[in-house]
């Protein structure tokens, strides 16, 4: 497919001198050599080791005049861009420059003093977001990098279809992020006079910008903000597209912005790393009743032999549960362990988690070598497994001991997990009160 050129720095001013994101010490050239260079499946770290590099805290508007907050909005594609195509019988299409034109002409909000200064940037070629995939996220990954220290947040207009995927992915890819990143887009094209483009692209910019900003990966789509990592999207008809099942919205916006403050995320404690490489070598695999043993046992078997197959997320029936009579079934997984391929249990379900040890056939995966994904979306799932096996310095072992840590707040913590039913009263009461991020 077409490859989007990378924006690089899109901020340029004569009154102040951009900040150096390395040490004067050292050259550029001496950082390339500290970058590790591995095979193509491993992950290459933008950023060096935060002990030999100190990105500067340099105030974004000393010296240039400037009190309002900038905003870069960087514009892949989506419904948000589209209007109707007479070549193509009709049919949407994106048309580049649409939403730079309408920005400037159209958006009336963007003059009031309480909004930030915005700065836009619209890939060429805009795609789908059904034809994105890991080079576009590190992509965005590395463009937000480039302009991290010119701008006070970041907001990223896509299509909806992969949007949660690609909020998950750069939630995991952005480490120690220090600034919002938002995604947007919309159900009705921006050409067409009720589209709900415009109202969440503001909100979008709003929370972007806000004095006491939400430094997450998030999505902001009709009324709710909810982190990017534990997004899914639910409705194809409706303006309310994305959900986030097992975590309450970040924020909600009605006549006032109501936050749920004790689900955001503490300060980033280090300086920005990023991770732009992810290893995709991994299958999903919904079970239905009936389903035949032997299929799972040749995909498995032809992906170790060929090493085109690391892991394997299993979407089991309720809290993790599989037909535990069928014998084969657990040998089949627990050959596919013994090969070191990571084997993952998820849950079919939209609300709730997977509980391994509670039922039989749970323990019957335990034994075979099974983790569990606890209440983590399939979205989160796939991405945190591609994540943990592109650093290249993890064992099968450490990544099946970080599926149930969370890193990004994509997890609940096994503790705060509810009780499973029949549960007791000291069951049920001990986690009364307890938050987990």
């Known amino acids: 497919k077409p490859q989007q050129t990378p924006a690089g720095l899109l901020f340029q001013s004569d009154s102040i001198k951009p900040p150096s994101v390395v040490d004067d010490v050292i050259g550029e050239n001496e950082l390339d050599n500290l970058i590790p260079k591995d095979d193509d499946n491993m992950t290459e770290l933008v950023t060096p080791p935060e002990s030999d590099f100190f990105i500067p805290q340099v105030k974004l508007h000393d010296g240039d005049g400037m009190k309002r907050k900038r905003v870069l909005v960087l514009c892949t594609g989506g419904t948000l861009t589209m209007a109707p195509d007479p070549e193509k019988g009709g049919s949407l299409s994106p048309v580049q420059g649409a939403l730079t034109e309408f920005m400037k002409k159209s958006m009336l909000e963007l003059q009031n003093e309480k909004m930030p200064d915005v700065v836009v940037h619209e890939y060429t070629p805009l795609l789908d977001s059904s034809d994105m995939g890991p080079p576009d996220w590190s992509l965005l990954a590395k463009d937000i ?40 887009g919309s159900q009705i094209p921006l050409a ?28 902001f789509f009709h009324d709710k903000l909810i982190r990017g990592c534990r997004s899914t999207k639910v409705n194809t008809g409706e303006l309310h597209a994305f959900d986030s099942p097992n975590l309450l919205p970040l924020a ?19 300086v920005l790393r990023v991770h732009t490489r992810m290893d995709t070598r991994l299958l999903t695999i919904r079970l239905v009743p009936g389903f035949d043993d032997k299929i799972l046992r040749h995909l498995i078997r032809a992906g170790a032999e060929s090493g085109t197959l690391r892991a394997l997320v299993l979407q089991l029936y309720g809290t993790g549960n599989a037909p535990s009579v069928k014998e084969e079934f657990i040998e089949c997984l627990k050959e596919a362990t013994e090969l070191g391929i990571l084997v993952v249990a998820a849950t079919q379900c939209h609300i709730g988690s997977v509980m391994m040890g509670h039922y039989a056939t749970g323990r019957a995966l335990e034994r075979a070598g099974v983790v569990s994904s606890n209440d983590m979306t399939m979205e989160a799932t796939a991405c945190k497994i591609s994540y943990l096996m592109g650093r290249g310095d993890l064992s099968r072992d450490e990544i099946a001991d970080l599926m149930t840590v969370s890193m990004r707040g994509e997890v609940t913590h096994t503790d705060a997990l509810p009780p499973p039913p029949f549960s007791s009263a000291y069951q049920r009461g001990r986690l009364k009160g307890k938050y987990f991020y």
């Open 145 to 184: 990098k480039a302009n991290y220290l010119y701008f006070d947040g970041f907001v990223v207009l896509m299509g909806t279809d992969t949007m949660a995927y690609t909020a998950t992915a750069l939630s995991f890819m952005l480490e120690n992020l220090g600034k919002p990143v938002i995604f947007t």
């Open 192 to 219: 067409e006079p009720h589209t709900d483009a415009r109202q969440n692209l503001i909100m979008a910019l709003i929370f972007a910008a806000r004095d006491a900003p939400i430094s997450e990966v998030t999505i």
């Open 252 to 270: 909600t916006t009605g006549i006032s912005i109501k936050e749920n403050e004790h689900l955001i995320l503490p300060p980033a404690r280090g």
